[in-house]
């Protein structure tokens, strides 16, 4: 069983770099399960990929640097239940000193915990107006709900 937390950056700054940094020699070298964190690169605001504008898309962090997948596993075992924990504070040292909003998260490695308005703000940031207006039209009843997903315009 894997645990994943991601986290959509624009870039760390210093303390946030310090950050991620203490917490894996501090805290993540404590861990005696399988663990690890993948660098996905984006390119940020400057990279031609992203050329395009952000509203073309579902995807509101087009413009940000990279994700960070943290991931945590067990073999044989059910998860345990304070897994999220070390994800969690991974993630929290990191975001700590960046203004909410600037960083979010990735719709593919879904987090079941949040809160429908939270995840909006996470996986869709700017784009969530746009995308219930959307949803509106096309599944007004919701139809098509899970918990974490985009809730009509009212």
């Not at 894996?24 to 690890?36: E, L, T």
């Not at 073999?75 to 960083?103: H, K, M, Q």
Request: proline share 6%; with cysteine.
């Amino acid at each position: 069983v894997t645990g994943v937390q991601t986290c959509a950056l624009p870039i760390l700054n210093g303390t946030s770099a310090e950050n991620f940094a203490d917490y894996w020699f501090n805290a993540a070298f404590n861990v005696d399960r399988i663990w690890w964190f993948q660098l996905d690169l984006h390119g940020g605001r400057g990279a031609g990929v992203w050329e395009a504008d952000n509203g073309m898309t579902s995807y509101a962090h087009s413009d940000k640097l990279y994700i960070i997948q943290f991931y945590d596993q067990v073999i044989g075992v059910p998860y345990p239940p304070n897994g999220f924990r070390f994800l969690d504070g991974w993630v929290d040292a990191t975001t700590a000193p960046l203004e909410w909003g600037s960083f979010g998260m990735y719709i593919n490695y879904v987090d079941a915990r949040l809160g429908r308005r939270e995840a909006e703000e996470l996986y869709w940031g700017k784009n969530v107006p746009r995308l219930r207006r959307i949803k509106e039209r096309v599944d007004p009843r919701e139809l098509f709900f899970n918990p974490v997903s985009i809730e009509p315009a009212r």
